[in-house]
């Protein structure tokens, strides 16, 4: 049995006791692990204190359950705590977490002893798959209490918008310029609890459902303007016993939306829908899209439609899958040969469009296609991010109707990894016709590597680092 070491280290522009109460709250917990993981905290006891046992549930593979208690041994507010696993998957875990003051806030320092078990073959799991694993939980953990502790960087504006959707990738990335632009903001969330994730504490969250429209009327009181930029659970593998399909959710749930904002005295609305919407496309995530938009057109409301290709960033669920399968796989495997062209458009273009499109005349009752500046195969895409990365791994091709034939039976799993659908979903073009964009509202587009290098690249984390068995980490 080896023992491994994770160091990690941030700076944060808070003072000491303020980033030590973020931390010691352990429903914080939840916020600062992948969403994908679905922690569940089972203790009721949550008053941090040394001798304080936390009890979890994760879920790492495919849904399914995994147990994990940790004791609270030391605890020395607001200079450290130190946490011990009593059960859980690993055979030892030991964190010790400081938080030092410094010129101008504060430097979380992370210090993690850990082993695996069943010896030889624990360790070969590590490099393979636990290493990078542990790097890209600390990676996006850095990245939500970054976000969780960021400031407007603007006077407040007046202005409250609602985003539907905010607690997902696209929404998230949108509330967050709109916060950083001085807006009043506010998520609608169909969950209680748990749901803030890496959004500011200044950011509102209401609870609601689009899907149903349960609470949609109350969540929408006093809002100025509404974005529409929802996704449901692991899309795009639909669940249509869980009501999580795209017609239920981006069709239906978007005319619920528009029609409580009309009633509730919303002035504007913006929604992302997707470039390919319309009413005889092929596939029926288009039509439904389509539909939305209907929903948007009729609403009564100034609106602006925003058609994105394939969207990529950080918490993106399409590029990071196959990033992460070049991680724990000794090759990256593609649903088809990677012909198929695309524009991918960074994050942070299509949340700045969003954000434009609130308050410019010019984006009033237009709809506006919006990709990458750069067009090419998907096989390209994943090798320039993977040379980002610096993840050395050979693509592998593989015959799409074979590749649906194995995804069939994976759709009734409680988290599928991939389904019929979700592989026609992977292989379709996706590519954008600007120059209505940019002859009405100019704007640079990010290039591919740029953005790719913002979170992929060395040094990428911005004031942190990571470092597993004194090897600096770049995985995201």
Same mark, same amino acid.
Do not use: C
């Given at each position: 049995?080896?023992?491994?070491?994770?160091?990690?280290?941030?700076?944060?522009?808070?003072?000491?006791?303020?980033?030590?109460?973020?931390?010691?709250? +352990?429903?914080?917990?939840?916020?600062?692990?992948?969403?994908?993981?679905?922690?569940? %905290?089972?203790?009721? $006891?949550?008053?941090?204190?040394?001798?304080?046992?936390?009890?979890?549930?994760?879920?790492?593979?495919?849904?399914?359950?995994?147990?994990?208690?940790?004791?609270?041994?030391?605890? $020395?507010?607001?200079?450290?705590?130190?946490?011990?696993?009593?059960?859980?998957?690993?055979?030892?875990?030991?964190?010790?977490?400081?938080? %030092?003051?410094?010129?101008?806030?504060?430097?979380?320092?992370?210090?993690?002893?850990?082993?695996?078990?069943?010896?030889?073959?624990?360790?070969?799991?590590?490099? &393979?798959?636990?290493?990078?694993?542990?790097?890209?939980?600390?990676?996006?953990?850095?990245?939500?209490?970054?976000? @969780?502790?960021? /400031?407007?960087?603007?006077?407040?504006?007046?202005?409250?918008?609602?985003?539907?959707?905010?607690?997902?990738?696209?929404?998230?990335?949108?509330?967050?310029?709109?916060?950083?632009?001085?807006?009043?903001?506010?998520?609608?969330?169909?969950?209680?609890?748990?749901?803030?994730?890496?959004?500011?504490?200044?950011?509102?969250?209401?609870?609601?459902?689009?899907?149903?429209?349960?609470?949609?009327? @109350?969540?929408?009181?006093?809002?100025?303007?509404?974005?529409?930029?929802? @996704?449901?659970?692991?899309?795009?593998? /639909?669940?249509?016993?869980?009501?999580?399909?795209? &017609?239920?959710?981006?069709?239906?749930?978007?005319?619920?939306?528009?029609? =409580?904002?009309?009633?509730?005295? =919303?002035?504007?609305?913006?929604?992302?829908?997707?470039?390919?919407?319309?009413?005889?496309?092929?596939?029926?995530?288009?039509?439904?899209?389509?539909? =939305?938009?209907?929903?948007?057109?009729?609403?009564?409301?100034?609106?602006?439609?925003?058609?994105?290709?394939?969207?990529?960033? +950080?918490? $993106?669920?399409?590029?990071?899958?196959? %990033?992460?399968?070049?991680?724990?796989?000794?090759?990256?495997?593609?649903?088809?040969?990677?012909?198929?062209?695309?524009?991918?458009?960074?994050?942070?273009?299509?949340?700045?469009?969003?954000?434009?499109?609130?308050?410019?005349?010019? @984006?009033?009752?237009?709809?506006?296609?919006?990709?990458?500046?750069?067009?090419?195969?998907?096989?390209?895409?994943?090798?320039?991010?993977?040379?980002?990365?610096?993840?050395?791994?050979?693509?592998?091709?593989?015959?799409?109707?074979?590749?649906?034939?194995?995804?069939?039976?994976?759709?009734?799993?409680?988290?599928? +990894?991939?389904?019929?659908?979700?592989?026609?979903?992977?292989?379709?073009?996706?590519?954008?016709?600007?120059?209505?964009?940019?002859?009405?509202?100019?704007?640079?587009?990010?290039?591919?590597? /740029?953005?790719?290098?913002?979170?992929?690249?060395?040094?990428? =984390?911005?004031?942190?680092?990571?470092?597993? $068995?004194? %090897?600096?980490?770049? /995985?995201?």
């Amino acid at each position: 049995m080896a023992n491994h070491r994770l160091a990690a280290s941030q700076f944060v522009p808070r003072p000491p006791t303020e980033v030590f109460a973020f931390f010691s709250h +352990p429903d914080n917990l939840a916020r600062i692990t992948p969403p994908s993981m679905r922690l569940e %905290l089972m203790t009721t $006891d949550r008053e941090m204190r040394s001798g304080l046992a936390i009890d979890y549930r994760i879920r790492p593979l495919l849904g399914f359950p995994v147990r994990w208690r940790t004791r609270i041994t030391d605890y $020395d507010p607001p200079r450290s705590f130190r946490d011990v696993q009593e059960r859980g998957p690993y055979r030892r875990w030991e964190h010790e977490h400081r938080f %030092l003051e410094v010129d101008g806030g504060t430097r979380i320092e992370d210090d993690v002893t850990y082993a695996l078990p069943l010896g030889p073959l624990g360790d070969a799991v590590h490099r &393979l798959a636990v290493r990078g694993e542990l790097a890209r939980i600390f990676r996006h953990r850095s990245a939500v209490i970054a976000s @969780a502790f960021a /400031e407007p960087e603007a006077p407040p504006t007046g202005l409250t918008v609602a985003v539907a959707g905010g607690t997902g990738f696209v929404g998230g990335g949108i509330a967050a310029e709109l916060h950083r632009r001085g807006h009043h903001v506010v998520v609608l969330t169909h969950r209680s609890d748990g749901a803030r994730g890496g959004l500011p504490d200044a950011v509102e969250l209401r609870v609601a459902d689009a899907r149903t429209g349960e609470g949609l009327s @109350a969540a929408l009181r006093g809002v100025d303007a509404l974005v529409i930029a929802l @996704a449901f659970k692991n899309s795009p593998m /639909e669940s249509p016993r869980r009501h999580q399909t795209f &017609l239920e959710v981006d069709a239906g749930g978007t005319e619920h939306l528009v029609a =409580a904002a009309r009633d509730a005295g =919303a002035r504007r609305v913006v929604y992302i829908s997707g470039a390919g919407a319309a009413p005889d496309a092929a596939r029926h995530w288009f039509r439904a899209k389509w539909r =939305a938009e209907e929903a948007v057109r009729g609403s009564g409301l100034t609106w602006t439609i925003v058609r994105p290709t394939w969207i990529y960033g +950080p918490r $993106d669920v399409a590029l990071n899958r196959f %990033l992460g399968l070049g991680r724990r796989l000794p090759f990256v495997p593609m649903t088809n040969a990677g012909h198929q062209l695309l524009a991918p458009v960074f994050i942070d273009d299509v949340s700045r469009l969003a954000a434009d499109a609130l308050v410019e005349k010019a @984006a009033a009752s237009e709809v506006f296609e919006i990709g990458g500046p750069e067009t090419m195969p998907m096989r390209e895409i994943i090798h320039l991010a993977l040379r980002v990365a610096g993840i050395r791994r050979p693509i592998l091709p593989g015959p799409t109707p074979l590749l649906k034939l194995g995804a069939w039976p994976l759709q009734f799993l409680p988290e599928p +990894p991939l389904t019929p659908n979700a592989v026609d979903f992977v292989n379709q073009p996706a590519t954008v016709d600007l120059s209505p964009l940019l002859a009405r509202m100019p704007r640079r587009l990010t290039p591919l590597e /740029e953005g790719l290098a913002t979170y992929l690249g060395p040094g990428s =984390a911005g004031s942190s680092s990571l470092t597993i $068995d004194g %090897l600096g980490m770049t /995985e995201s």
